[in-house]
């Protein structure tokens, strides 16, 4: 069974720190995604990292890609309160498109 | 519509009975998932439609849950015999081809009283 272990669960910061937020597999992924999700909305896609290695960025949101595929990191600079919600890895095991999801990281951004 | 509909929106059901919870992919889109979350929790996988076949239904808990796609358009996920457990937000995603970005319905938030 693939799972996706998400750390921390929580998350709760002063605007204008820094985080990280992890996503740890023992299994190889074809594609990893991240996305958040507002209370009463589905998830919403911020980024697709496909090769070992890479790191992608969305204005203050950096996004890195383990070499061996299997772990991937969320990095968000100068947090904002509008940056609150749940953020959520998730793993594409094949061309299939069936995500694996993470447990989540909720973070709570205090202005 | 522009993005992926479900309805109802909530559906408040007794313990025991039947519900349908529907969702409308987006207009063209061959791939199509169903995933139960948990609150607090991250979505879990329980079945996936190429066109009108599920072509993965392991998620699927057990032998009371059932999906169908009849014109590879509008799927509906079917509960029988429903149970407290069962009590979680239903979402709905599709996307234009397997394996290409997954777009997210609102959910179905069901209760089992």
């Known amino acids: 069974t693939q799972l996706l272990e998400q750390s921390p669960q929580f998350l709760s910061i002063q605007e204008g720190e820094n985080l990280t937020v992890y996503c740890n597999s023992s299994?190889?992924?074809?594609?990893l995604q991240w996305y958040r999700q507002e209370p009463g909305e589905g998830p919403v896609l911020l980024v697709t990292?496909?090769?070992?290695?890479e790191v992608k960025k969305l204005k203050r949101l950096t996004f890195q890609f383990g070499d061996a595929r299997k772990d991937s990191s969320l990095h968000i600079t100068a947090a904002q309160p509008g940056d609150t919600g749940l953020y959520l890895c998730?793993?594409?095991?094949?061309?299939?498109?069936?995500?694996?999801f993470g447990q989540g990281t909720t973070l709570q951004v205090k202005p | 519509g522009a993005g992926v509909s479900q309805t109802p929106s909530n559906k408040v059901t007794e313990k025991g009975k039947y519900v349908e919870l529907r969702c409308d992919p987006i207009s063209g889109h061959t791939a199509l998932y169903w995933y139960r979350q948990s609150l607090g929790q991250g979505p879990e996988f329980l079945i996936y439609?190429?066109?009108?076949?599920?072509?993965?239904d392991s998620g699927l808990p057990n032998d009371r849950f059932f999906a169908v796609r009849p014109e590879g358009s509008v799927s509906t996920l079917k509960i029988q015999r429903t149970e407290r457990g069962d009590s979680a937000v239903y979402l709905c995603?599709?996307?234009?081809?397997?394996?290409?970005?997954?777009?997210f319905g609102q959910g179905t938030r069901l209760t089992v009283v």
């Open positions: 299994s190889v992924f074809s594609s």
């Open positions: 998730a793993g594409a095991a094949s061309n299939t498109g069936k995500l694996i």
């Open positions: 990292v496909v090769t070992g290695g």
């Open positions: 439609f190429q066109g009108t076949g599920a072509a993965d």
């Open positions: 995603a599709s996307s234009s081809n397997p394996g290409t970005e997954a777009f």
